[in-house]
């Protein structure tokens, strides 16, 4: 996991200069379309040095002597270059400062790819689920997963260390109250401990094991913390 967040962190801001600058030299490029061309008038002898450069532009003076111009694009104005360039850094400095660290990116992929879990299944009435979490947080909030990764920065920088936490995750399906724990757990220890904070009849609760993705499945969401909760 390290090794990809380096890579997302390295590659990124180049994938974003990239498709940026792509956009703004399509948007420079349709505004240069809707200018008159600039037409621009030939001195009567050659502004290069060269005598080659002189001959060839007397040889065509001569093959067109009614020619006093030549059509050239419009040039790109200076305040769009600006906005441009305003544009393009803009937008790799806020995926710099955007990027989340190191942590908070395993978070991220875990919750999109899908980690392990214990799965428990409370049925108990809706208007009852939130005083059972309450009961149930602080055995549920020790489910929960502390991520911690260590990377340089920068080749001349220390070690950076960072931390997050893989929450505890609650789904409410009418009087049916899921819960997914970060890791999986011994599900008899973890039901012994959730009866002795709160009891219910032991054929209210199903514990399981599989493989849970919060972000990719409906309606799961972080289990508050139990200050939060009171």
Same mark, same amino acid.
């Given at each position: 996991?390290?090794?990809?967040?380096?890579?997302?962190?390295? @590659?990124?801001?180049?994938?974003?200069?990239?498709? @940026?600058?792509?956009?703004?030299?399509?948007?420079?490029?349709?505004?240069?379309?809707?200018?008159?061309?600039?037409?621009?008038?030939?001195?009567?002898?050659?502004?290069?040095?060269?005598?080659?450069?002189?001959?060839?532009?007397?040889?065509?003076?001569?093959?067109?002597?009614?020619?006093?111009?030549?059509?050239?694009?419009?040039?790109?104005?200076?305040?769009?270059?600006?906005?441009?360039?305003?544009?393009?850094?803009?937008?790799?400095?806020?995926?710099?400062?955007?990027?989340?660290?190191?942590?908070?990116?395993?978070? &991220?992929?875990?919750?999109?790819?899908?980690?392990?879990?214990?799965? &428990?299944?409370?049925?108990?009435?809706?208007?009852?689920?939130?005083?059972?979490?309450?009961?149930?947080?602080?055995?549920?909030?020790?489910?929960?997963?502390?991520?911690?990764?260590?990377?340089?920065?920068?080749?001349?920088?220390?070690?950076?260390?960072?931390?997050?936490?893989?929450?505890?995750?609650?789904?409410?399906?009418?009087?049916?109250?899921? &819960?997914?724990?970060?890791?999986? @757990?011994?599900?008899?220890?973890?039901?012994?401990?959730?009866?002795?904070?709160?009891?219910?009849?032991?054929?209210?609760?199903?514990?399981?094991?599989?493989?849970?993705?919060?972000?990719?499945?409906?309606?799961?969401?972080?289990?508050?913390?139990?200050?939060?909760?009171?």
């Amino acid at each position: 996991m390290l090794d990809l967040y380096l890579f997302v962190r390295l @590659v990124l801001p180049l994938l974003v200069a990239a498709g @940026v600058g792509w956009l703004v030299a399509r948007a420079i490029n349709r505004g240069l379309s809707r200018l008159p061309p600039r037409e621009v008038p030939l001195p009567e002898h050659s502004l290069l040095p060269s005598p080659a450069a002189q001959r060839r532009y007397r040889r065509l003076r001569k093959r067109r002597p009614n020619l006093r111009s030549i059509t050239l694009q419009p040039r790109i104005p200076r305040s769009w270059a600006a906005v441009a360039a305003v544009v393009l850094i803009g937008s790799v400095a806020a995926c710099i400062l955007l990027m989340p660290n190191g942590a908070r990116f395993q978070v &991220i992929v875990e919750s999109l790819r899908g980690y392990p879990s214990t799965i &428990i299944d409370v049925q108990v009435p809706a208007d009852q689920q939130d005083a059972l979490l309450q009961a149930w947080a602080p055995v549920l909030q020790q489910t929960a997963r502390p991520i911690v990764m260590r990377y340089r920065v920068a080749r001349m920088a220390g070690m950076t260390e960072v931390n997050d936490v893989l929450p505890v995750q609650v789904r409410r399906r009418g009087p049916v109250l899921q &819960i997914a724990t970060a890791q999986p @757990v011994d599900a008899r220890a973890l039901r012994d401990a959730l009866q002795d904070c709160m009891p219910l009849p032991p054929a209210l609760i199903r514990l399981h094991e599989r493989t849970v993705a919060p972000w990719r499945e409906a309606d799961w969401h972080p289990m508050a913390a139990p200050h939060a909760a009171e």
